[in-house]
């Protein structure tokens, strides 16, 4: 079967219980209860988005979020956010070093927190569009939206570390 590629009104999802769908596609075809995953979770957030079926199973690839209409938008943004929940940081207050182990004291969107990573050059990444992606000592994952964004103290406890 070849690959279903869903573009602008190709496809009408509804949403379900957990992170799950129901679609009707164009074609008159429906699928049941499908997951929606990023193909590239880093770099494509709003791009290459696949339906999978319970058995793992692609039934379709959304190409861009932004080319479908508001509301179909909307349903699959919802159950990426929550699939891929990961706190926001919002506020650095400490920053510093010490056996090794970076240690940083931080405000999310999710609460307050203190993150303790082992690795600061393999466990914080620094995309190109300005976006942190944290992995602390035990495997959870932060994300700074835009380091630069931050307030200045934030930003100047953060310089030296990325």
Same mark, same amino acid.
């Given at each position: 079967?070849?690959?279903?590629?869903?573009?602008?009104?190709?496809?009408?999802? @509804?949403? &379900?219980?957990? !992170?799950?769908?129901?679609?009707?596609?164009? =074609?008159?075809?429906?699928? &049941?209860?499908?997951?929606?995953?990023?193909?590239?979770?880093?770099?494509?957030?709003?791009?290459?988005?696949?339906?999978?079926? #319970?058995?793992?199973?692609?039934?379709? /690839? /959304?190409? #861009?979020?932004?080319?479908?209409?508001?509301? &179909?938008?909307?349903?699959?943004?919802?159950?990426?956010?929550?699939?891929?929940?990961?706190?926001?940081? @919002?506020?650095?207050?400490?920053?510093?070093?010490?056996?090794?182990?970076?240690?940083?004291?931080? =405000? @999310?969107?999710?609460?307050?927190?203190?993150?303790?990573?082992? !690795?600061?050059?393999?466990?914080?990444?620094?995309?190109? #569009?300005?976006?942190?992606?944290?992995? #602390?000592?035990? =495997? !959870?994952?932060?994300?700074?939206?835009?380091?630069?964004?931050? =307030?200045?103290?934030?930003?100047?406890?953060?310089? @030296?570390?990325?």
């Amino acid at each position: 079967m070849p690959k279903r590629y869903i573009d602008a009104d190709q496809a009408r999802f @509804t949403r &379900q219980e957990g !992170n799950y769908v129901d679609a009707v596609f164009a =074609d008159g075809t429906s699928a &049941q209860h499908l997951e929606p995953r990023r193909l590239f979770p880093l770099s494509g957030l709003r791009k290459y988005i696949t339906l999978l079926d #319970d058995a793992g199973k692609e039934q379709g /690839i /959304i190409r #861009d979020l932004d080319a479908l209409e508001p509301e &179909q938008s909307r349903i699959i943004e919802d159950c990426l956010n929550e699939y891929y929940m990961i706190p926001k940081i @919002t506020k650095v207050y400490e920053c510093y070093e010490k056996h090794y182990v970076l240690h940083m004291v931080v =405000d @999310t969107d999710q609460g307050h927190r203190q993150i303790h990573i082992r !690795n600061r050059y393999s466990d914080m990444k620094l995309l190109y #569009d300005g976006r942190v992606l944290i992995r #602390d000592a035990d =495997d !959870n994952r932060y994300e700074i939206p835009d380091w630069l964004a931050l =307030d200045k103290k934030s930003i100047q406890k953060l310089k @030296t570390e990325l």
